[in-house]
């Protein structure tokens, strides 16, 4: 079956440091990659996405390229912010799945001022 | 711009009591899904449905049922809850006709203890 795994947190950085949380994938097929955020609070929200070998998904300064080879797609920031603080996860879907979502376990990132 | 919805956002429960979790959606979307949130496991995939009248299971089924009667209504039972099933439940909803990529909505989730 699919899986996801996920770099364990929490991740504590100080503001304007470099983030980088790891995620490689096992899957049966050739599937559709994601990072969802999780606001304090509130429901998961997409980030970014993917659906081919070296494709970038890139938002709010968050970046992530699928690597086929290496089945990963590391989630990376130049320089956060506090208000990046949230929960990251990672996930993949496969075609004919009805999109259903494989999540990682999620890494809490703090950022502090 | 409501989006998906989730009614209650918290409950606490008796174990052996039953309880509905009611989802729904505003974007016409086909299908629907309902997930369980746990330290350290991210989400897992409970039931889903791919339109109104279907259901099938997910990852972790058992002790859980659901009903799509309407399209934009999906709801998750608990017929006899369980410690075990306390937890944060997500819904989210995603359109069926569009293509690869295309992303899962999520609603604000439920929190439930069962004691």
């Known amino acids: 079956g699919n899986s996801v795994t996920q770099m364990e947190g929490p991740v504590t950085l100080s503001e304007e440091a470099f983030l980088t949380i790891n995620c490689t994938y096992t899957?049966?097929?050739?599937?559709?990659l994601f990072w969802y955020v999780q606001y304090p609070g509130e429901g998961l929200q997409l980030l970014l996405k993917?659906?081919?070998?070296?494709d970038k998904g890139s938002n709010k300064g968050f970046e992530a390229t699928y690597r086929k080879e290496t089945t990963s797609f590391h989630l990376e920031k130049g320089s956060v912010q506090v208000s990046d603080s949230a929960v990251y996860f990672c996930?993949?879907?496969?075609?004919?799945?009805?999109?259903?979502?494989?999540f990682g376990s999620g890494t809490q990132l703090t950022v502090l001022p | 711009n409501a989006g998906v919805t989730q009614t209650p956002k918290f409950r606490v429960l008796k174990t052996g009591q039953s309880m509905t979790l009611l989802c729904a959606q505003d974007?016409?979307?086909?299908?629907m899904y309902w997930y369980r949130q746990d330290p350290g496991m991210g989400l897992r995939l409970i039931h889903y449905?791919?339109?109104?009248?279907?259901?099938a299971k997910g990852e972790v089924p058992d002790g859980y049922n659901v009903s799509r009667l309407k399209k934009q209504n999906f709801l998750l039972g608990l017929e006899s809850a369980a410690p075990s099933q306390t937890s944060v439940y997500f819904c989210?909803?995603?359109?069926?006709?569009?293509?690869?990529?295309?992303?899962?909505?999520f609603g604000q989730g439920t929190r439930l203890t069962v004691v």
């Open positions: 996930a993949l879907s496969e075609t004919g799945s009805a999109r259903q979502l494989t």
């Open positions: 449905s791919v339109g109104e009248g279907t259901t």
């Open positions: 993917a659906t081919k070998a070296d």
């Open positions: 989210a909803s995603s359109p069926s006709d569009r293509g690869l990529g295309t992303e899962a909505f």
């Open positions: 974007m016409n979307h086909e299908y």
């Open positions: 899957a049966t097929g050739y599937p559709s």
